[in-house]
């Protein structure tokens, strides 16, 4: 069985293809308004670069031979990562449209961050009690990271070319730019945090998304692995 539009809804691959598409597309935007070097040329490529191989890696997943089921498994996966992403979103929205002081902002942050973490955990866990399969754990994390992180980069790529005066206008980043002084080749503020926040964009995607997605899926599976170990020690024989 091949994961195409025929046992993978076109709606939920979808989600996938658009937000990685705009991203490219914004990026493009990013570079053509506001790079002022080679290293942010640079900065730039390499995140059209990680949109690419992004793209590849989908085409690629959706396309190779499965087992049956898989189709379903993935498709709830995309699903959790949407709710997840949308998470990512609120907190990005947050940082930049609220601008809420230190250390509120921290807080904040963490408990984004701990809501995502333990309901990858909790639901990778849920996903290996249910089916004893350690790798449908690491299915749940990976591809509900690669789709939170495809959001969130996405959402972080859009307050830069649609929202750049509240990013100029947040007292941290002001206090960043000011504090930088003499330090910063870049022309403006503007430019230099439209790199700042495009960095943090593609590290939702790789490191927040797919890297610590794939994680929370192993350690989700191990745990439900584990959990499974102890009820079958704890029948009587």
């Known amino acids: 069985m091949k994961l195409n539009p025929n046992n993978l809804k076109i709606s939920t691959l979808a989600v996938l293809w658009i937000s990685l598409i705009a991203s490219g597309a914004l990026v493009a935007v990013i570079t053509i308004r506001y790079s002022y070097n080679i290293l942010t040329l640079t900065y730039s490529g390499i995140g059209v670069f990680i949109l690419l191989c992004a793209c590849a890696a989908l085409w690629w997943l959706t396309r190779r031979q499965t087992q049956p089921g898989q189709a379903s498994l993935i498709e709830h996966a995309i699903q959790i990562g949407m709710v997840l992403g949308l998470l990512w979103i609120i907190e990005i929205s947050i940082n930049n449209f609220i601008a809420p002081p230190l250390p509120a902002r921290d807080t904040i942050d963490n408990l984004f961050w701990a809501v995502i973490t333990l309901a990858t955990i909790a639901l990778a866990t849920r996903q290996t009690i249910q089916t004893g399969s350690f790798s449908d754990a690491v299915t749940i994390g990976a591809w509900s990271g690669f789709t939170s992180g495809a959001l969130s980069c996405g959402m972080a790529l859009v307050v830069i070319v649609f929202a750049m005066p509240f990013i100029t206008r947040d007292p941290l980043n002001v206090a960043e730019w000011a504090a930088r002084g003499t330090d910063i080749s870049a022309p403006n503020m503007a430019a230099y945090f439209a790199y700042e926040t495009l960095?943090?964009?593609?590290?939702?995607?790789?490191?927040?998304?797919?890297?610590f997605g794939t994680i929370l899926g192993l350690l989700g599976g191990a745990i439900g692995k584990s959990f499974g170990w102890v009820l079958?020690?704890?029948?009587p024989h």
């Open 199 to 211: 960095a943090g964009a593609f590290l939702h995607l790789v490191l927040l998304g797919i890297i």
């Open 232 to 235: 079958k020690m704890a029948k």
